[in-house]
């Protein structure tokens, strides 16, 4: 993130548009994963942020 959000009128001003396509990397990466585990493992994720504790 460029800046911290530090108000709902700062979500707000987020660009949603296009998000997926800057965030190929992480598809690409869960499909290399998916690949190697094979289908007997399970792929567990756990995504947080600033605000998890």
């Known amino acids: 993130m460029e800046r911290a959000l530090?108000?709902?009128a700062d979500v707000a001003t987020l660009k949603?548009?296009?998000a997926a396509d800057r965030l190929q990397y992480v598809?690409?990466?869960?499909a290399i994963l998916r690949k190697?585990?094979?289908l007997n493992k399970?792929?567990?994720g756990f995504a947080g942020s600033p605000w998890t504790l």
């Open 6 to 8: 530090a108000s709902p």
């Open 16 to 18: 949603l548009a296009g």
């Open 36 to 38: 190697e585990l094979g």
């Open 27 to 30: 598809y690409d990466a869960l």
């Open 42 to 44: 399970t792929l567990l």
